[in-house]
């Protein structure tokens, strides 16, 4: 099972997708996956972050994942956003499409571009918190 963008920012455990994607922009120099980590858990480090993450943190990261994949590659989304009736092998599954899809349009792009993206992703994400 999976959350909606909305409901998960309307949770005081969980950051906001688009606040963690416009924060990412600033660390688009690190790639993708680490800038978004850096954002949404203050810190690349697995062991700093694994002590303090809640089960949100990492849903989070797989919808802010989810959101950015599908301006890269519309297939990410071709199923529609994560909500409550996703289960967790098709959240999995759509996080594992769009973290490839990412990967592979960041290397091919540079930072500055990917700080674009964060930024249009931000965007999406805020659009979708507040429908």
């Known amino acids: 099972m999976s959350m909606s963008v909305t409901e998960l ?6 950051p ?3 606040v963690g994607l416009r924060e990412a922009a600033r660390y688009a120099d690190q790639g993708p996956h680490m800038a978004l980590r850096r954002a949404l ?4 480090t ?8 809640t089960p ?4 989070a990261e ?17 199923e529609g956003l994560p909500d409550a009736t996703w289960t967790a092998g098709r959240f999995s599954q759509r996080v ?3 973290h490839e899809a990412i990967t592979g ?17 931000a965007d999406r994400a805020k659009s979708l918190e507040n429908a």
Not at 9 to 14: N, Y
Not at 46 to 53: G, L, N, R, S, Y
Not at 56 to 59: D, L, Q, V
Not at 107 to 120: D, G
């Open 9 to 14: 920012a309307a949770l005081p455990t969980a």
């Open 96 to 98: 594992g499409h769009a």
């Open 46 to 53: 697995f062991e700093d972050f694994a002590a303090v993450i």
């Open 56 to 59: 949100e943190h990492a849903i």
């Open 41 to 44: 858990f203050g810190t690349t």
């Open 16 to 18: 906001t997708i688009s």
């Open 105 to 121: 349009w960041a290397s091919a792009h540079t930072s500055e571009q990917l700080a674009h993206l964060l930024e249009a992703a």
């Open 62 to 78: 797989g919808v802010a994942l989810i959101v950015l994949g599908g301006l890269v590659d519309p297939d990410v989304t071709d």
